[in-house]
């Protein structure tokens, strides 16, 4: 299962849901010298944040074994606090996050006890577009295969 959960997590990483997640400043900020107003609109670019190569070593590589501790990949990352933020942080923090992850688990964990899975033939490298939530442009086509076949 913890195997499970880092390639949900490493999912989640790579095709965050929601990308960019939007606050307003409850006070005046100052941000690397420049001031703003309370009030102002935030934008927060988490999908930057998750892509970025001064986090993740390879951030563009799929590699469920960064979010095991004890690998090389976990030692190689950098382990600082909001770098992955795919349910939000804060006070409004994703309020269905455990929810959302042991459902995952549990329905993965349920179908590869019995499947394994291909890509179909003719299934090309995924494309994905955003219309404020992430998702596949065509789809992803796999080919069950039952285990013990
Ligand atoms: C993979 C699944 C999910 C993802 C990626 C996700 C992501 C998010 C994100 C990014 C936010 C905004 C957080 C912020 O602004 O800091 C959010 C808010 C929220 N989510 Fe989810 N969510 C997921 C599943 C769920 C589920 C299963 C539920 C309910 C059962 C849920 C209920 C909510 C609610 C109620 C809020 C609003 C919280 C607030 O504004 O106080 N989410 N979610």
Redesign the pocket.
């Known amino acids: 299962m913890p195997y499970v959960e880092a390639c949900v997590k490493e999912t989640?990483r790579l095709y965050t849901?929601?990308p960019v997640?939007a606050r307003q400043l409850a006070e005046d900020t100052v941000i690397q010298g420049r001031s703003f107003p309370k009030g102002t609109g935030v934008m927060v670019l988490i999908n930057a944040i998750h892509h970025d190569p001064e986090i993740y070593a390879d951030p563009e590589l799929f590699k469920p074994e960064r979010w095991l501790e004890g690998t090389p990949e976990y030692a190689a990352d950098k382990q600082v606090p909001g770098k992955w933020m795919?349910?939000?942080?804060?006070?409004?923090?994703?309020?269905?996050?455990r929810?959302?992850l042991m459902?995952?688990k549990i329905a993965l964990a349920h179908v590869f006890r019995k499947f394994t899975f291909s890509l179909s033939p003719g299934q090309r490298p995924l494309q994905t577009e955003c219309k404020m939530l992430l998702k596949p442009k065509i789809g992803v086509f796999v080919t069950p295969i039952l285990r013990g076949e």
């Not at 795919?86 to 996050?97: D, I, K, L, M």
């Open positions: 989640l849901p929601a997640l795919p349910f939000g942080e804060g006070s409004r923090v994703c309020v269905g996050q929810l959302a459902e995952a």
